[in-house]
């Protein structure tokens, strides 16, 4: 619209994402890092498939817990193989299936029948024609498939025998030739059981597994979809990054899974452009990551009254410094020496502190580092990644309020004031 109209204006305006969609889940990021293993390794396990076509049946398993990288893994292999030219003209093609959306066996013949580019009829036919029909389509267009089974786990709890017939595709359209591989996807073997021994054994020889990512590996990750062109590299700070690593990475107690560092930054991303900022904080992030794990009330309201305190110090102090996401310590006691005044108690002492610090950490509400390169000092930094800090210090002087009045601040060990 022409703004001499004065009407609202359509036009982006972002100033965080140049390209929104490449923080979406189906989005395929041009590169895996940490996973480069894992696409040659399976790319190995097809080499005889497709070198010598039709000459063995092929299946593979992939196995790892959510956000692994499973699926971008086998949608990148797909896209490259899709189409490739293989020995006496013959060509490869690749379908995929998801099942959580798919979950008989009828469901994923028909999607991988439209994949192939068939008119695949909804109603009136046989899964067996259905497997017929795909089967006959690729004997007359020399074609060779290799289909991947993503979320398989759903069909083991709602179809087990879809799997059994998939395992063993060639037998039950009774050929020799074998036209389609097969890459299952799973997130733990439980499925395995409802196979009998000899798909087993087969199975068992070819697993590609997935593990959950660090915290550097995250890192690493989201560093990478910025330079593809996500958002703007203005917009997200080392230290952005930084916290989403500690908040997700498997070496620190997260889950390891890549998604969710996504979420969390896109999230992220859409706080601080509604406040039409030109860059991420972190206190964006804290708000984004208890939207998808939100913190238990409960976990403050029993700690005691000095870790409270700290807390507190640290989120009055965090939110003075909005640019940085970690304290040093020695500004941390300050602040919380003051603190203590404010309520006419006696600080404690160092070590004291520390142990405060050290089962804050345990418990996940704090997160503890050392300066990095370009920062000069030995101190140890506080974070405070989950928590939204305005909550938080709402709730910390409501619970410090009440342990107060209730005369539950039997603290012992104190230093008397000065
Ligand atoms: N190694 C990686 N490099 C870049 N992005 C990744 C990597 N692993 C996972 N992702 C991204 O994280 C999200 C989750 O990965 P996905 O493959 O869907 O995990 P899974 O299928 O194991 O649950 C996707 O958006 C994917 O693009
Ligand atoms: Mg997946």
Same mark, same amino acid.
């Given at each position: 619209?022409?703004?001499?109209?004065?009407?609202?204006?359509?036009?982006?305006?972002?100033?965080?994402?140049?390209?929104?969609?490449?923080?979406?889940?189906?989005?395929?990021?041009?590169?895996?890092? &940490?996973?480069?293993?894992?696409?040659?390794?399976?790319?190995?396990?097809? #080499?005889?498939?497709?070198?010598?076509?039709?000459?063995?049946?092929?299946?593979?398993?992939?196995?790892?817990?959510?956000?692994?990288? #499973?699926? !971008?893994?086998?949608?990148?292999?797909?896209?490259?193989?899709?189409?490739? #030219? $293989?020995? @006496?003209?013959?060509?490869?093609?690749?379908?995929?299936?998801?099942?959580? !959306?798919?979950?008989?066996? &009828?469901?994923?013949?028909?999607?991988?029948?439209?994949?192939?580019?068939?008119?695949?009829?909804?109603?009136?036919?046989?899964?067996?024609?259905?497997?017929?029909?795909?089967?006959?389509?690729?004997?007359?267009?020399?074609?060779?498939?290799?289909?991947?089974?993503?979320?398989?786990?759903?069909?083991?709890?709602?179809?087990?025998?879809? $799997?059994?017939?998939?395992?063993?595709?060639?037998?039950?359209?009774?050929?020799?030739?074998?036209?389609?591989?097969?890459?299952?996807?799973?997130?733990?073997?439980?499925?395995?059981?409802?196979?009998?021994?000899?798909?087993?054994?087969?199975?068992?020889?070819? +697993?590609?597994?997935?593990?959950?990512?660090?915290?550097?590996? $995250?890192?690493?990750?989201?560093?990478?979809?910025?330079?593809?062109? !996500? $958002?703007?590299?203005?917009?997200?700070?080392?230290?952005? +990054?930084?916290?989403?690593?500690?908040?997700?990475?498997?070496?620190?107690?997260?889950?390891?899974?890549?998604?969710? !560092?996504?979420?969390?930054?896109?999230?992220?991303? @859409?706080?601080?452009?509604?406040?039409?900022?030109?860059? +991420?904080?972190?206190?964006?992030?804290?708000?984004?990551?208890?939207?998808?794990?939100?913190?238990?009330?409960?976990?403050?309201?029993?700690? #005691?009254?000095?870790?409270?305190?700290?807390?507190?110090?640290?989120?009055?102090?965090?939110?003075?410094?909005? &640019?940085?996401? @970690?304290?040093?310590?020695?500004?941390?006691?300050?602040?919380?020496?003051? +603190?203590?005044?404010?309520?006419?108690?006696?600080?404690?002492?160092?070590?004291?502190?520390?142990?405060?610090?050290?089962?804050?950490?345990?418990?996940?509400?704090?997160?503890?580092?050392?300066?990095?390169?370009?920062?000069?000092?030995?101190?140890?930094?506080?974070?405070?990644?989950?928590?939204?800090?305005?909550?938080?210090?709402?709730?910390?002087?409501?619970?410090?309020?009440?342990?107060?009045?209730?005369?539950?601040?039997?603290?012992?060990?104190?230093?008397?004031?000065?």
């Amino acid at each position: 619209m022409d703004s001499t109209m004065g009407g609202s204006s359509w036009l982006p305006t972002s100033k965080i994402f140049k390209d929104e969609s490449k923080l979406q889940a189906d989005y395929i990021p041009r590169h895996l890092p &940490f996973r480069e293993e894992q696409l040659s390794m399976l790319r190995e396990y097809f #080499k005889p498939f497709l070198l010598k076509p039709g000459s063995v049946f092929v299946r593979v398993l992939l196995l790892g817990s959510v956000g692994t990288g #499973k699926t !971008a893994v086998v949608r990148r292999f797909g896209e490259d193989i899709n189409g490739a #030219k $293989l020995a @006496k003209g013959a060509s490869a093609r690749f379908a995929y299936v998801n099942c959580h !959306a798919h979950r008989t066996l &009828f469901s994923i013949m028909q999607k991988i029948g439209r994949d192939l580019g068939l008119s695949v009829p909804r109603r009136g036919f046989s899964r067996e024609e259905l497997l017929m029909m795909i089967w006959s389509y690729l004997k007359n267009s020399n074609e060779y498939l290799i289909a991947a089974v993503d979320e398989a786990d759903y069909i083991a709890h709602s179809e087990e025998e879809a $799997l059994y017939v998939l395992t063993r595709l060639t037998e039950m359209v009774e050929d020799e030739v074998h036209r389609v591989g097969l890459v299952f996807v799973f997130r733990d073997l439980t499925f395995m059981m409802s196979l009998d021994r000899s798909i087993q054994s087969t199975l068992q020889h070819n +697993i590609i597994r997935f593990y959950p990512y660090t915290s550097e590996q $995250l890192e690493e990750i989201l560093l990478r979809r910025v330079e593809e062109g !996500a $958002l703007y590299e203005s917009a997200v700070s080392d230290e952005v +990054i930084e916290m989403i690593g500690e908040l997700v990475g498997y070496d620190k107690g997260g889950p390891g899974d890549a998604r969710l !560092a996504l979420e969390i930054l896109y999230r992220a991303g @859409k706080y601080a452009e509604s406040e039409n900022r030109d860059s +991420i904080l972190p206190e964006d992030v804290r708000r984004a990551h208890s939207d998808v794990m939100p913190f238990p009330k409960d976990a403050l309201s029993n700690l #005691k009254l000095d870790e409270k305190l700290l807390l507190l110090a640290l989120a009055r102090l965090l939110q003075r410094k909005k &640019f940085v996401s @970690k304290v040093p310590m020695g500004l941390l006691e300050l602040e919380y020496h003051d +603190i203590c005044e404010e309520y006419s108690l006696a600080p404690k002492k160092h070590t004291a502190v520390w142990e405060c610090i050290r089962n804050l950490s345990r418990m996940g509400i704090v997160s503890t580092g050392k300066p990095g390169k370009g920062q000069k000092g030995r101190t140890t930094l506080i974070g405070l990644p989950a928590i939204p800090l305005k909550t938080l210090e709402k709730e910390l002087l409501l619970s410090i309020r009440e342990d107060l009045s209730s005369g539950a601040a039997e603290r012992g060990g104190s230093e008397s004031p000065a």
